[in-house]
Every structure is written in C-alpha cells, then in structure tokens.
C-alpha cells in the first residue's frame, strides 16, 4: 500500500509502539482530549501503558469494581447486552464452551442463565496459543502441511466476525447477527497456568492482607479480546429445514421470502470471501402462521387446520471467521460456497436484491467509505500489518467487480461462483487527487478444484 493512501495514518509507520486502552484517535488519524473509554492509541515501548500487568483496570476514581473497555456509545442496546454478561459473569453463571467447531468458543448467558451471546476470544483461535481443542493441537503438531489455509491472517478470526457484521450493516442485508469486539474475564475460558495461580494468589492477598490487595490493579484472571455476537433464538441449520423443504415444498410466497434471503446471504459471503460456508454454519428460522407447538406442519396440514397466512423465514449468517483472505485460495483446497449446489443458487438474481446493493457497490465513496470502516477495526489488532490488509481489500474489490458485473447481467448464484477471480490493487498519487486501479486475474488454481 502506498505511504499516500488515506487508509494509512502517518503514526502507523513507527515501530516501537504499542497499544494503550486509555485515550482515543479520531477516524482520521488525529488524537483527540477527554476520550472515551474503550478507543485505541499509539504509545511508545517505553510508557507504562506498555506493561499490561500495572495498567490499572479499576477506576478508583469513581470507586467502580472493574475498568469497562466495552463502551459502545452509538449502540446502548449493544452495550446493555455486554453489561449483562459482565454482571452474570461476576455473580458466577459462567460462559458455557462450545465444543463444536475448531476453536474455544462460549455460549454468554444472562443473570437467568439465558444464552444471550456467542463469545471467541482471540486467543484460542486454531492458530491462538490457547486454542483448547487438543484435536486441533494434535493435526498442528502431526501433519501442519494440512493445517489451517495459507490464504487467510492468523489469529484474525475475531476481526473477520466483526468485519463480517459491519459489511453487513453497510449493505442492509440484515443477515448477520450484530456483532463487536469485546472483552471479557471469565473462569471458564482457556487460561495458562501462570494466570490461574497468579489470580488466586491476588485474591488470598486480598483476603488475608487487605491493604496489599488493595495496591493490586487487577484482581482475578486477565480480560480476553475477543468477537462477541448476538445470540438468535429459534434457529435451525439450515441442512435441517433445507431437507424439510425439499420433503414437503414451501407455499410460493414462501419460498420467495426464501430465495431474497438466501441472495442476501450469497452478497455477503462473495464479498468478504468467506471460506467456510457449508449448510452447518448458517441457519434458519421457521416462524409458523400459528402456534404448532414447534412441529413441522405440512401443506396438507395447513389447509386442514385451516391455516390462511404464510410463514416467515429468516436466515442468520455466522461463523465468518474465516473470510477476508489476502489472496484467492490457490494452494490444495478451494474452500468453495457449498450453497452454490442448492436449488435457490440456480434462480437468477432477483430485482430486489439489484435495487439493494447494486446503487451502493457502484459507487467509489461508497466503496472508500467502506474500506475505511475496515482499516478503522482492522488496525485495532496488535498484529496488525498493513500490507497485508491492503492484499485483504484487494481481493475484497474484485469480489465486489465480479458482483456487480453478475447483478447488471442477471446471473444465477451459480454462474457467480464461476467467474475468475479478481483481484483490483489501487495506487494513490503524492497529491492524492488522482486514484488509478490496477486489475488482474487469478490463473493459479487449488489442487483440488472444485469446477
């Protein structure tokens, strides 16, 4: 990326720096007074903000039990969610682990013990250092050339679920359910043993000598970075009711709400590239036109009970995590849209969805706009590398140009996936008044292609 472009700010270039929870940066770069809390800002190496362990987390000043970094000021609704967790979390209904999937993550439940988020702590991502499933570890250890997919960023995954929400926003889709990046400390998640026995050994300080544990600045285990998304009730996988459907098919109106959603669904995932979308990892709700007491009632069913309105369908898009690459995948899998062989994928685009999203894709500040939402929640990574987001937002531009060219002709979700991948690069000039973009084709192909 070009030392001109505007995702860049001219802070980012020192490289003794690190990352301080105390003030904020503006949108632009700048630094600004009296800050939230929660915001990012680049410190020098050599400032306490350096040492994790002596920065304070309790805020004496207002005599409050724990520092919030999880402030959302444009979203109270949000922020209240968090804080319900938090005071769960401190009244001992712990996240439960979720033993499904690749990486440590934990269903977050209410004061009632109501699941209300799904939390993934960076740290135990598939490549994190506390990834707690030993199945993962293993494979890692015994076979790593079949381990994980050289075109994705490590340990970005909570970032890409993040990221995955924002585009979603953006383009008014409304398949994703909201989600931030959020921190949270809780005794069920993966911690090393030297954080176990240093939190207990702060606690019985506190509790045998109170004014040695009172110069402590945190008591109890170290807050996780992690994705934290909002739970959604009533969902299935989408191979169960998918099975069901083509069992007993949908009233036509139905099966039109259907098809708008799963376009919804296509858009997202073209655009951020999501490399693991199988029919497991994206669900559907069946909201029935009465209630049936949960089972499935058919066609027949219906007109005998005399049901007249239509269900309602909705879909819920998660586990992005794995999206966003920095390069097309091109090594030994393709990791390909496995909804691309379902019956909707061979229905052209409708007009709804054109009128959706092809105003807003066509246009470049639409575009730049975006891709500064990106880099704003990208950079917050300590790991951070910006010449690798700019690869990110390279293969992002010409999922974008496939889209839009695949709307304008009315192909199918289908024809979709078969057209070469792109990738645009963009060059500023010194003045920053003229932006060029360079296209290329993709011609390396994975090993075991799926065309």
Known sequence: MEETSPLVSPLQDSTDCSFCHSEASS??????????????????????????????????????????????PDDPEFREIVRRAEKAIEEEIFPERIYQGSSGSYFVKDSQGKIIG?????????????????????????????????????????????????????????VVPKT?????????????????????????????????????????????VGSFQLFVEGYKDADYWLRRFEADPLPPKTNRQLQLKFERLVVLDYIIRNTDRGNDNWLIKYDYP??????????????????????????AAIDNGLAFPLKHPDSWRAYPFYWAWLPQAKVPFSQEIRDLV????????????LEEDLYELFKRDPGFDRGQFHKQLSVMRGQILNLCQALKE??????????????????????????SYTQSFQSRKPFFTWW
């Open 27 to 72: 949108p632009r770069g700048g630094f600004r007074a009296n800050a939230t809390p929660g915001s990012v800002v680049r410190v020098s190496a050599g400032s306490p903000g350096n040492d994790r362990e002596r920065q304070p987390l309790l805020d004496r000043s207002r005599g409050t039990s724990q520092y919030h970094r999880n402030e959302f």
């Open 410 to 435: 009315a192909k199918m979700p289908f024809q979709l996936v078969q057209m070469p991948p792109v990738i645009v690069e963009t060059a500023r000039a010194p003045q920053r008044a003229n932006e």
């Open 118 to 174: 799904v939390f993934k702590p960076k740290n135990e991502e598939p490549y994190g250092q506390l990834n707690p499933k030993w199945t993962k570890w293993l494979q890692k250890l015994c076979c790593p050339c079949c381990f994980g997919r050289d075109c994705l960023v490590l340990n970005q995954g909570y970032l890409s679920e993040v990221g995955a929400s924002l585009v979603d926003q953006k383009l008014g889709l409304n």
């Open 358 to 369: 092809l105003p807003k894709l066509s246009d470049p500040n639409f575009i730049r706009d």
């Open 180 to 224: 931030k990046v959020v921190y949270l400390a809780s005794e069920t998640f993966n911690y090393n043993a030297i954080d176990r026995v240093k939190s207990r050994g702060k606690r019985l300080a506190l509790e045998k000598v109170p004014k040695v544990g009172q110069c402590f600045h945190r008591i109890g285990l170290p807050p996780k």
């Open 290 to 315: 009465m209630d049936t007491g949960g089972i499935f009632v058919s066609k027949q069913q219906q007109h005998m009970i005399g049901m007249v309105k239509d269900p309602i369908i909705k879909i």
